[in-house]
């Protein structure tokens, strides 16, 4: 079974500042990870994706996460953070099941 | 290219009654799944319809149900409403089954805000 962890269900930052947001996984097989961004009263959207090839991935909007077996981790990370960032975001997993299993998500909020 | 649209996009419901919600896909996606989003469980999966059938589901009771038609527009419905069944339902459509080797982007509609009173 699958399963994934947001460790942080808020995240407060300056704009201009790094931004991170960690997620940890669970899977029996080779997981596929991926990280969504939902803005207030919109759908959500796909940030980037990871399917077993490269372990760095780059996404939208200057988003990049990088896949690290060993501490069974997906963090995604942002050098600098703009007014625009400010959402939820959402790591997912799908593995065995074909089922997409979300976390409970992050609020990410920007300060000026 | 139109994205996917949901209607309607706001319904208040009383507990008993029963609610159909619609989904129209990205033109060309054959797949549509259904998800129920609430503060207290997340984002929950329900089921998934590919070429009119139903390919995957999640822990739902039997009151939620779908349905696809031929030209992959989706309803999902759910008799007997309970309270808790107030949520933000979400449709995603996409090309073909999400699926461990593979994966097709899901692309999600704005949702369904359902209140039961």
């Known amino acids: 079974a699958q399963s994934v962890t947001q460790l942080d269900s808020h995240v407060s930052v300056s704009e201009g500042t790094p931004v991170l947001l960690r997620c940890n996984y669970s899977s029996s097989y080779s997981p596929s990870l991926f990280w969504y961004v939902q803005h207030p009263n919109k759908g959500l959207q796909l940030l980037l994706k990871?399917?077993?090839?490269?372990?760095l991935v780059k996404g939208i909007n200057g988003f990049e996460a990088e896949f690290k077996k060993s501490e069974t981790s997906f963090h995604l990370t942002k050098p600098s953070a703009h007014m625009s960032d400010a959402a939820e975001y959402f790591c997912?997993?799908?593995?065995?099941?074909?089922?997409?299993?979300f976390g409970t998500g992050t609020r990410l909020q920007v300060f000026p | 290219k139109a994205g996917v649209t949901q209607t309607p996009r706001y319904l208040i419901k009383t507990r008993g009654q029963q609610v159909t919600l619609s989904c129209s896909p990205i033109s060309g996606h054959r797949s549509v799944s259904w998800y129920q989003q609430t503060p207290g469980q997340g984002l929950q999966f329900l089921f998934e319809y590919f070429s009119e059938t139903q390919r995957n589901k999640g822990n739902f009771p039997g009151r939620f149900s779908g349905r696809q038609f031929s030209n992959s527009r989706s309803e999902m419905n759910v008799s007997t409403l309970e309270l808790g069944d107030s949520a933000l339902y979400l449709c995603?459509?996409?090309?073909?089954?999400?699926?461990?080797?593979?994966?097709?982007?899901?692309?999600f509609g704005p949702g369904t805000r359902l209140t039961v009173t």
């Open positions: 995603a459509s996409s090309l073909g089954l999400a699926g461990v080797s593979h994966f097709y982007e899901q692309y």
């Open positions: 990871y399917t077993s090839a490269a372990t």
């Open positions: 997912v997993v799908s593995g065995d099941t074909d089922k997409l299993i």
